[in-house]
């Protein structure tokens, strides 16, 4: 079974918010392909609201896969961040978020994604986390969602939330192992050569053994 992840980009995206979980699901691709008689596990696209060179916040462009389709084909939605002051001001993105996290499986932000997640109502009654220099900001903003400051990544099932730029690479682990099992999570963090925090806030009832679709 192939799952499909669709990562949102817009203008100032913070350039690792997208490409780290882009490279943890690529990467993670590659392993089980290796490992599982070539089986393809996650394939991954870039969305945005138009198509066109996309500029990021440091300056560079990137040209998405696909745009803001109505019926996207999406198991999991990754939001990031960056300077998201502009794209809170487009109802069609953030309906679009709304829209697709009704049947995605896993809904997840980086960083300051997660306020396009609060403004989407995603985030309503849940604890969440973003960026640290961003977490007052947020409280003031979305008073109905509980921001927390003392994990990587909080997964509430649905909903994972995680913290600045390099946390999201920690949060797509997680996400790994949660659809895939800890051995190819493990597998993907080492071909990365990453340290992978795994101190995160696991809220979803899922296991360390509950990926179903791994087998070395």
Known sequence: MMLSIGILIFDDVEILDFSGPYEVFSTAARVYARLATAQTLFRCFLIADEMRPIRTRGGMKVLPDCVLLPSADIDVLIVPGGDVSEVLDNPAVINWIRTQARDATITA???????????????????????????????????????????PWIDCGKVVTSA?????????????????????????????????????????????????????
């Open 109 to 151: 932000s980086v960083c300051t994604g997660a306020f396009l997640l609060a403004k989407a109502g995603l985030l309503d009654g849940l604890h969440a986390t973003t960026h640290w220099q961003d977490q007052d900001d947020m409280r003031a903003s979305f008073p109905a969602v509980t921001v927390r400051q003392d994990a």
């Open 164 to 216: 600045g730029i390099a946390a999201g690479i920690d949060m797509s682990l997680h996400l790994v192992e949660r659809l895939a099992g800890r051995q190819l999570a493990n597998a993907t963090a080492k071909q990365m050569e990453y340290r992978w925090n795994t101190h995160g806030t696991d809220n979803s009832a899922q296991t360390a053994d509950s990926g179903l679709y791994f087998a070395a």
